[in-house]
T-cell receptor, first 114, second 114 residues
């Protein structure tokens, strides 16, 4: 199993550009998450999904959109990029057998908006 | 927003000694889970330990143990016999009753001294 994979690893965007961060997991997990981590800070939840076709907002959803058409994929869309969106983005997944299940994190995407 | 507090931005510990990293949390959920993750300088997120709110005993995983005081809403991580490889950021994390919505603390940077 590859686990949780994220592409790209790094990206530089200009203000106002758009992009999609890709996240794929091969563990058949129903729950998937997108977080952002600003320098020296903890992670903040952007969006999460409890299964294909179901998404919900986390703590900091503004400026982002998600979709979940398959169990495996959970892309994060940035529209009209702003410098405040410069961050490291982590995707995670977890099984939904119980509350005790931990999350499996991807390696992260480092995004800079100039 | 329900908050996680980690009051120690940075901690130092001598190799082979024990160290306690503090975590307090807000919640109105009757049932929840508490997690600790380690983030080394390489950036990946590594799961360490889990404590459920209804668990009677404190969780232990090898050199990691969790000092859970439910009435005080605290879930401190204890690392015994610190090793140089323990130098990293440590995050306390709370999951809600359904295991869907997660809130991270700001983290504590631990430095282990030889």
């Amino acid at each position: 199993n590859a686990g949780v994979t994220q592409t790209p690893k790094f990206r530089i965007l200009k203000i106002g550009q758009s992009m999609t961060l890709q996240c794929t997991q091969d563990m058949n997990h129903n729950y998937m998450y997108w977080y952002r981590q600003d320098p020296g800070m903890g992670l903040k939840l952007i969006y999460y999904s409890v299964g294909a076709g179901i998404t919900d907002k986390g703590e900091v959803p503004n400026g982002y959109n998600v979709s979940r058409s398959t169990t495996e994929d959970f892309p994060l869309r940035l529209e009209l990029a702003a410098p405040s969106q410069t961050s490291v983005y982590f995707c995670a997944s977890r099984p939904d057998r119980s509350r005790t299940d931990t999350q499996y994190f991807g390696p992260g995407t480092r995004l800079t908006v100039l | 927003a329900q908050k996680i507090t980690q009051t120690q931005p940075g901690m130092f510990v001598q190799e082979k000694e024990a160290v306690t990293l503090d975590c307090t949390y807000d919640t109105s959920d009757p049932s929840y889970g508490l997690f600790w993750y380690k983030q080394p300088s390489s950036g990946e997120m590594i799961f360490l330990i889990y404590q459920g709110s209804y668990d009677q005993q404190n969780a232990t995983e090898g050199r990691y143990s969790l000092n859970f005081q439910k009435a005080r809403k605290s879930a401190n991580l204890v690392i015994s016999a610190s090793q140089l490889g323990d130098s990293a950021m440590y995050f306390c994390l709370r999951g809600d009753n359904y295991g869907q919505n997660f809130v991270f603390g700001p983290g504590t940077r631990l430095s282990v001294l030889p």
